[in-house]
């Protein structure tokens, strides 16, 4: 869980607090935070719009501090039009790390001008109306990897795909619905475990849900096909 990865001994509630150090005037808030969780790695501190809180981040993590009560809150914070700052500052986070990802163990699909790099699953319905989307566009250079998370019997059909000789026909068929071929050849150990190392760069880079994209740097999250026309159109 989330929680127990910042604070090891934190309750499940949404707040957790402090006694044992108390935050004053004359103490910067960042010194304040680490002095009074030790245990968490800050890798980005900063105050946001809201008077008195900050926010931490902490590997792909994002949680906001009080520091007049030493006060740790987790969770999102949205404004009034129903966007999530949190999540856009997560996608931030993850479109950093997308920077590294090792593009030649995914699955090339197209030669445009414009890159979307994806995470999604054959047996999501929602990856497969997303897919059905892109295979109709013509301007894309798509990196395709493949993150189970929610149907893991899928992994016989990424298996499938990345062992075929066309892997770009392979996910077609898979991505459409069709099985595998009874005559497929066996799978090799070193096509499983680059099946297995798609799904660990997912996590790396905190995919939780499939599909996600990542649209010229611009993290997308589900299938919504009419932000990622919009992206490709800038």
Same mark, same amino acid.
Request: proline share 5%; aromatic share 8%.
């Given at each position: 869980? $989330? *929680?127990?990865?910042?604070?090891?001994?934190?309750?499940?509630?949404?707040?957790?607090?402090?006694?044992?150090?108390? @935050?004053?005037?004359?103490?910067?808030?960042?010194? @304040?935070? !680490?002095? &009074?969780?030790? +245990?968490?790695? #800050?890798? =980005?501190?900063? @105050?946001?719009?809201?008077?008195?809180?900050?926010?931490? %981040?902490?590997?792909?993590?994002?949680?906001?501090?009080?520091?007049?009560?030493?006060?740790?809150? /987790?969770?999102?914070?949205?404004?009034?039009?129903?966007?999530?700052?949190?999540?856009?500052?997560?996608?931030?986070?993850?479109?950093?790390?997308?920077?590294?990802?090792? /593009?030649?163990?995914?699955?090339?699909?197209?030669?445009?001008?414009?890159? $979307? $790099?994806?995470?999604?699953?054959?047996?999501?319905?929602?990856?497969?109306?997303?897919?059905?989307? /892109?295979?109709?566009?013509?301007? #894309?250079?798509?990196?395709?990897?493949?993150?189970?998370?929610?149907?893991? @019997?899928?992994?016989? !059909? *990424?298996?499938?795909? /990345?062992?075929?000789?066309?892997?770009?026909?392979?996910?077609?068929?898979?991505?459409? =619905?069709?099985? *595998?071929?009874?005559?497929?050849?066996?799978?090799?150990?070193?096509? !499983? &475990?680059? &099946? +297995?190392?798609?799904?660990?760069?997912?996590?790396?880079?905190?995919?939780? =849900?499939?599909?996600?994209?990542?649209?010229?740097? +611009?993290? #997308? %999250? =589900?299938?919504?096909?009419?932000? *990622?026309?919009?992206?490709? !159109?800038?």
């Amino acid at each position: 869980m $989330i *929680i127990s990865r910042i604070c090891a001994g934190f309750s499940l509630a949404l707040v957790c607090t402090s006694a044992a150090f108390a @935050a004053t005037a004359a103490v910067k808030p960042e010194v @304040a935070f !680490k002095q &009074a969780f030790p +245990q968490v790695k #800050v890798d =980005g501190f900063e @105050a946001t719009d809201i008077s008195g809180i900050y926010q931490v %981040v902490t590997g792909q993590n994002v949680l906001y501090y009080a520091p007049e009560k030493d006060y740790v809150i /987790l969770g999102e914070i949205f404004t009034k039009e129903g966007k999530s700052l949190t999540a856009e500052k997560k996608g931030q986070l993850a479109a950093k790390l997308v920077q590294s990802l090792p /593009l030649d163990k995914a699955v090339k699909i197209g030669e445009g001008k414009n890159v $979307i $790099i994806e995470f999604t699953d054959p047996d999501c319905p929602f990856c497969r109306k997303a897919a059905e989307y /892109l295979m109709k566009k013509t301007d #894309v250079t798509r990196y395709v990897f493949f993150a189970p998370l929610a149907h893991p @019997a899928a992994i016989t !059909k *990424i298996q499938y795909i /990345l062992n075929a000789e066309n892997k770009v026909k392979a996910y077609d068929a898979m991505m459409l =619905g069709q099985e *595998i071929p009874a005559n497929a050849p066996p799978v090799s150990d070193k096509v !499983k &475990a680059l &099946a +297995q190392e798609h799904l660990d760069l997912a996590r790396k880079v905190g995919v939780q =849900g499939t599909p996600t994209f990542f649209v010229n740097g +611009q993290q #997308v %999250v =589900g299938a919504d096909t009419n932000k *990622i026309e919009q992206l490709l !159109k800038k």
